[in-house]
T-cell receptor, first 112, second 113 residues
Framework: GESVGLHLPTLSVQEGDNSIINCAYS??????FIWYKQESGKGPQFIID?????DKRQGQRVTVLLNKTVKHLSLQIAATQPGDSAVYFC???????????FGSGTRLQVQP | DAGITQSPRHKVTETGTPVTLRCHQT?????MYWYRQDPGHGLRLIHY???????DKGEVSDGYSVSRSKTEDFLLTLESATSSQTSVYFC????????????FGSGTRLTVV
């Protein structure tokens, strides 16, 4: 697999703590949002998605929050584990577009 | 990832030469995409396909062309490679438009010298 040495904002947390990764988007027409995780040497992997008619969605250890008023998306990871260390991307689109637009990413480092 | 493979995994080529990257899927998904990933830019869409012989440009399509002659294969061609096209290229597939996200391949690291 491949990855790049991205110059990214970094969030460093202790193992077991909760992590919050934030994403701002600019297109007020965006109505579908996804969080991806990219581990070193691999392609991005789907984590969770949310549509604009919702403001919160939960998965296994993850929660996505959507605030359409301020065009802000967040990913919360509960009880962060070393395996959560990766780069996290938000992506968004709307019904007028055929493809996702990705944010620039945040690197999560989990300290043992 | 299972169901999508990219080839080659690594390639070094000289400026001015043509290069073709291949994406192959076994999921029978309608939509296929090519993105490039560069430091500071995240993932940027090059081209996408919404069916056999149906393709369209993304935000960074200059210098690239694509072809999709059958459902399972989506080819990305750099007609005359330049150093600015040194990047990691990812192919992705999706079953539907804006449904369930994309499945990405493992990427191709292309270096143009």
């Amino acid at each position: 697999g491949e990855s790049v040495g991205l110059h990214l904002p970094t969030l460093s947390v202790q193992e077991g703590d909760n992590s919050i990764i934030n994403c701002a988007y600019s297109n007020s027409a965006s109505d579908y949002f996804i969080w991806y995780k990219q581990e070193s040497g691999k392609g991005p992997q789907f984590i969770i998605d949310i549509r604009s008619n919702m403001d919160k969605r939960q998965g296994q250890r993850v929660t996505v929050l959507l605030n359409k008023t301020v065009k802000h998306l967040s990913l919360q990871i509960a009880a962060t584990q070393p395996g959560d260390s990766a780069v996290y991307f938000c992506a968004e689109t709307d019904t007028g577009r055929r493809a996702l637009t990705f944010g620039s990413g945040t690197r999560l480092q989990v300290q043992p | 990832d299972a169901g999508i493979t990219q080839s080659p995994r690594h390639k070094v080529t000289e400026t001015g030469t043509p290069v073709t990257l291949r994406c192959h899927q076994t999921e029978n998904h309608r939509y296929m995409y090519w993105y490039r990933q560069d430091p500071g830019h995240g993932l940027r869409l090059i081209h996408y396909s919404y069916g056999v012989k149906d393709t369209d440009k993304g935000e960074v399509s200059d210098g690239y062309s694509v072809s999709r002659s059958k459902t399972e294969d989506f080819l990305l061609t750099l007609e005359s490679a330049t150093s600015s096209q040194t990047s990691v290229y990812f192919c992705a597939i999706s079953e539907g438009q804006n449904i369930g996200g994309y499945t990405f391949g493992s990427g191709t690291r292309l270096t143009v010298v």
